[in-house]
């Protein structure tokens, strides 16, 4: 037992895992308390499917033999006949056992089961009286006894920390938590079908660099003994995917954990899944109508629908997603803002500080202009949303306009006050990436700890020539969220980061 558990008991549970040590140990003196031969051949939800329909007197009848397996989950006891509801990773099934079935020294041992026991039922499908489909048991087994007791089955688990941080306990109690994993798998099964059937090529790049980069983010920093020097977990694998595109793989995606060192909210988690990809001669338009196309398609496959709720407001996937330049956005969604204000430097830093942005000295008109964004619009947006045309400043890695040098050709999508996806014409300009890279180190003197790091080997690998291409990132996390109206990223990943106890 953990100290950390120990601490976390209360006396009746003291008492109740004494109660299920004691019957461990009869197990034991038994023999081997913890058998592995016997053998699952079927699942609850099969059973459903394959019988639910069929009477009471054709499953008599047919005399359907299987074997089931799972988690005691509930137990009425009846004298000489007894029902079970076991879980297994499927759903629930009932199982009624007999002693007259079992015999004696069987079902004294059934007498003996707990709920969160794990046990094995072989026997022939049937229809209680009341219709409900289940296993009538000829053969038993314990399989793994459970020492201590699950929460309140009509309560559930409802204490957020403890869902968290024992996930396990979270998943067998709530199905609702095991239908978001579920769709979670479904989401990313999807996203690589969509790809593979595109001819994308899946790959995979290191999560520790020598020099972080892809993202302006602040990296975690770890050492390695081995080489005798520092790395830095990823932040975005972008860089080594376009060095891909460069040596040739034209067509690229990597399904990925990230790394940053930030805070973490309903949003935010320091590691997160995401989805990039590259393709070449493409450009950030091309890439707006496949994230278009393929939320369509999760949607469809996932939910069954291409309408679906979130926090009580009804996302509608079937409609074209609206594409405005983020100047077009701030007009749109604050009257009171003029055009006059955005492009003026000076108006547009007293704006930044009246809408409450903490305005520092070293930043240039577009960071600026990408604060007042944050600020003003992103909370008030609901349905989805292209956001195109982002200041240069504040995109170090996308291709300048060819109307406005100001500007780049890049898009994030939101969806519901959250930022879903982040794609843009890529910059191949070796002279102008060196450049902006120096940018970005300079604003890393001055104070930015998410700007990013000078990379003079992808500047070497530019020199070599990249194609015209278009990446992008899409967070899964967030998808999930919004698939499964989930208010919290915490909801999504199975065992987010908590803060040790004690």
């Not at 920093?221 to 040739?248: H, I, S």
């Not at 990809?277 to 069954?304: H, P, Q, S």
Request: glycine share 6%; aromatic share 8%.
């Amino acid at each position: 037992m953990s100290e950390e558990n120990s601490n976390d008991q209360v006396p009746e549970e003291n008492e109740i895992i004494a109660v299920r040590k004691a019957k461990l140990a009869e197990l034991r003196d038994k023999g081997n308390a913890f058998p592995n031969q016997f053998r699952r051949t079927d699942f609850s939800e099969m059973l459903h499917q394959t019988h639910g329909d069929a009477s009471k007197e054709e499953l008599a009848e047919q005399a359907i033999v299987v074997s089931i397996a799972g988690r005691v989950m509930l137990r009425r006891a009846m004298g000489k006949a007894s029902f079970v509801t076991l879980a297994d990773m499927k759903g629930r099934i009932q199982a009624y056992i007999r002693l007259s079935d079992v015999g004696e020294e069987a079902y004294a041992a059934f007498n003996k089961w707990d709920i969160g026991d794990i046990v094995g039922i072989t026997g022939a499908m049937m229809k209680t009286n009341k219709g409900e489909l289940s296993v009538h048991a000829t053969q038993i087994e314990m399989l793994t006894k459970s020492l201590r007791p699950l929460p309140e089955k009509h309560a559930g688990l409802t204490d957020t920390e403890t869902r968290y941080r024992q996930r396990y306990l979270d998943l067998m109690m709530n199905e609702e938590s095991r239908a978001v994993f579920t769709k979670r798998a479904k989401i990313i099964d999807y996203i690589r079908r969509y790809f593979i059937t595109r001819d994308f090529m899946e790959v995979e790049t290191p999560m520790m660099l020598n020099t972080p980069g892809g993202a302006t983010a602040e990296p975690f920093v770890t050492y390695y003994n081995a080489l005798d020097t520092e790395m830095y977990l990823r932040v975005a694998p972008e860089l080594n995917l376009k060095r891909l595109v460069v040596g040739g793989f034209e067509r690229v995606f990597e399904i990925n954990r990230n790394f940053r060192n930030e805070g973490v909210d309903t949003k935010h988690s320091p590691e997160f899944t995401m989805l990039e990809f590259y393709l070449a001669y493409a450009d950030y338009n091309d890439l707006m109508d496949m994230t278009e196309e393929m939320f369509r398609g999760i949607a469809l496959e996932v939910l069954g629908t291409t309408k679906f709720t979130y926090k009580d407001t009804e996302i509608d996937f079937s409609q074209p997603f609206r594409r405005m330049t983020m100047e077009e956005s701030i007009l749109a969604y604050n009257e009171r803002i003029s055009a006059e204000e955005l492009t003026d430097p000076e108006q547009a830093r007293a704006l930044a500080k009246r809408v409450g942005v903490e305005v520092n000295d070293a930043w240039g008109h577009g960071k600026v202009v990408m604060e007042i964004f944050e600020a003003v619009v992103e909370d008030k947006i609901e349905q989805p949303i292209f956001i195109t045309q982002h200041p240069t400043e504040v995109s170090p890695l996308a291709r300048r306009n060819d109307n406005d040098g100001d500007v780049t050709d890049r898009f994030e999508l939101f969806c519901m006050g959250q930022e879903i996806a982040n794609g843009f014409s890529e910059l191949n300009d070796a002279e102008d990436q060196a450049s902006r890279f120096q940018q970005q180190v300079d604003a890393k003197d001055a104070g930015d700890n998410e700007a990013m790091h000078y990379d003079h080997d992808y500047v070497t690998a530019l020199e070599y020539g990249l194609p015209p291409t278009a990446g992008e990132g899409l967070g899964i996390d967030r998808l999930v969220m919004l698939l499964t109206d989930s208010a919290s990223i915490r909801d999504v990943i199975l065992f987010p980061h908590m803060r040790p106890r004690g």
